[in-house]
Every structure is written in C-alpha cells, then in structure tokens.
C-alpha cells in the first residue's frame, strides 16, 4: 500500500497536495469539536489523521528510497 501511494504521489503530486489539506482540514475540524462539544466521537477524525499520517511517512520514506534519481 506505501508502494502504490508513493508511485501515486510522482505520478500526481496535485492529488496528493489535495489529500493533504483534506486530512488537515480534518483534524482542525475535529479538534473544534472535540473542544467545543466534549464529544468522544470526533476523535475518529484524529484516529483518521494519524492513520494518514502512518501512510504519508512511510510512503515518503519509500519514495526517497526507491524512487528519487540519485544525484
């Protein structure tokens, strides 16, 4: 799966600058509600953040391994 998303990210760095501001959009939203309404069920979009953070390493870290030229 970090193979295909780092592959993902060469072929489309737009698409994947569009994930990004989505995941962090969704964890300041989450996190406004979760302070505003002390509410448990907005931390899955903090469950959600980490997850896709867990991806986004991983994916960079095998992009600079496998797919940068090297100079």
């Known amino acids: 799966m970090f193979r295909r ?3 993902f990210t060469n072929d489309h760095p737009r698409l994947h ?6 995941v ?3 964890i300041l ?3 406004y509600q979760l302070i505003e309404n002390e509410e448990l069920i907005y931390a899955n979009g903090i469950a959600f953040t980490l997850v896709s953070v867990v991806i986004f390493a991983r994916a ?8 940068t030229k090297n100079k």
Not at 60 to 67: D, F, G, N, P, T
């Open 29 to 31: 939203v989450s996190l």
């Open 17 to 22: 600058n569009l994930n990004l501001m989505v």
């Open 60 to 67: 960079s870290e095998y992009k600079r391994k496998y797919l």
């Open 24 to 26: 962090i959009l969704v």
């Open 5 to 7: 998303y780092a592959i």
